[in-house]
């Protein structure tokens, strides 16, 4: 089945510093519309009107972590099929594991590089559709 097409992603990252660097290496490095969220309840109030194709979730968040967001996108009946990557300084083969035993497409690793940001999420994007 062919890959669906990837324009609108939803970034849900704490960190002020990497949140501008994942925009950019998102927007005008990959040519992606970004949503910014700054935690799991922004992500879970804006998502469906959004509607984004790729939710690209922070693993550790204050309040409400990456799982939990997770969890919750996946009890929505609108939100349950949409693609997740988390993004982790914690990449531990049993850590990726226990992401992807969620239903995660992948783990991209942080720090991660701007310029390649975009190519990783798109590999990961187009292995989950072979």
């Known amino acids: 089945m062919a890959a669906p097409e990837l324009r609108k992603i939803m970034l849900v990252e704490d960190d002020p510093d990497i949140q501008v660097v994942a925009e950019m290496a998102l927007g005008a490095v990959g040519g992606y519309e970004v949503k910014m969220c700054s935690d799991g309840r922004e992500a879970l109030a804006a998502?469906?009107?959004?509607?984004?194709?790729?939710?690209?979730?922070?693993?550790?968040?204050?309040?409400?972590?990456?799982?939990?967001?997770?969890?919750?996108l996946r009890r929505r009946p609108e939100r349950a099929d949409t693609p997740v990557i988390f993004m982790s300084a914690?990449?531990?083969?049993?850590?990726?594991?226990?992401?992807?035993?969620?239903?995660?497409?992948?783990?991209?690793?942080?720090?991660?590089?701007?310029?390649?940001?975009a190519s990783e999420i798109e590999a990961l994007w187009r292995r989950a559709y072979e």
Do not use: S
């Open 90 to 117: 914690k990449v531990q083969p049993d850590e990726v594991h226990g992401y992807q035993q969620l239903g995660a497409l992948g783990v991209i690793a942080k720090p991660f590089d701007p310029m390649t940001l």
């Open 47 to 72: 998502v469906d009107d959004y509607a984004p194709d790729l939710i690209l979730l922070d693993v550790m968040m204050p309040d409400m972590d990456g799982p939990t967001t997770f969890g919750e």
